[in-house]
T-cell receptor, first 114, second 113 residues
Framework: DAKTTQPNSMESNEEEPVHLPCNHS???????IHWYRQLPSQGPEYVIH???SNVNNRMASLAIAEDRKSSTLILHRATLRDAAVYYC???????????????FGKGTKLSVKP | DSGVTQTPKHLITATGQRVTLRCSPR?????VYWYQQSLDQGLQFLIQ???????AKGNILERFSAQQFPDLHSELNLSSLELGDSALYFC????????????FGSGTRLTVV
């Protein structure tokens, strides 16, 4: 069972920032927050992950609430190539165990308008 | 190239047949995961291996089996194939802790006719 809640779909305009929300109210202290995206007919692609602090990389930023019960993936300037399904997933921190598996929910389908 | 190699990319076979899908993980990753994605369906976790040992099972049918070899490559065996087994099968690898991301392969598209 997915332990996160995301909107089914969102729309954005090209070159504008996009904020993709995710709720994970039952997160445990050792759960990492992972984001992946999947373009049509392609394998999922890692975007970013974090534990407690906000994180930035070349693709996106991840803002994590202080209580860790929600997070937001931020795409600073959406492009047409960012149109994809975005998945927010909790990944346990155990070493080699089943809690470290990624269980995908339905994600958020992001549409980007030119 | 993500570093995870899946072969073949496409496979067409008849009902009742058996096929083997192969996955080579990214260098250094000990964990391999298999996922199934049917048309317009979500990604279903099938099975996880860590350093040759099965660690977790998801929605994997009894007709399906997998193994991970000493060189860490993995194979997913699908037998007595049915039309409903037609799907994309993805392999991913990762270090086995939450602090690392998964790297997915480009998938094998299986069509059962």
């Amino acid at each position: 069972d997915a332990k996160t809640t995301q909107p089914n779909s969102m729309e954005s305009n090209e070159e504008e920032p996009v904020h993709l929300p995710c709720n994970h109210s039952t997160i445990s202290g050792t759960d990492y927050i992972h984001w992946y995206r999947q373009l049509p007919s392609q394998g999922p692609e890692y975007v970013i992950h974090g534990l407690t602090s906000n994180v930035n990389n070349r693709m996106a930023s991840l803002a994590i609430a202080e209580d860790r019960k929600s997070s937001t993936l931020i795409l600073h300037r959406a492009t047409l190539r960012d149109a994809a399904v975005y998945y927010c997933i909790l990944r346990g921190g155990d070493y080699g165990g089943s809690q470290g598996n990624l269980i995908f929910g339905k994600g958020t389908k992001l549409s980007v308008k030119p | 190239d993500s570093g995870v190699t899946q072969t073949p990319k496409h496979l067409i076979t008849a009902t009742g047949q058996r096929v083997t899908l192969r996955c080579s993980p990214r260098s250094g990753d000990l964990s391999v995961y298999w996922y199934q994605q049917s048309l317009d369906q979500g990604l279903q976790f099938l099975i996880q291996y860590y350093n040759g040992e099965e660690r977790a099972k998801g929605n994997i049918l009894e007709r399906f089996s997998a193994q991970q070899f000493p060189d860490l490559h993995s194979e997913l065996n699908l037998s007595s194939l049915e039309l409903g087994d037609s799907a994309l099968y993805f392999c991913a690898s990762s270090a086995p802790t939450g602090g690392y991301g998964y790297t997915f392969g480009s998938g094998t598209r299986l069509t059962v006719v």
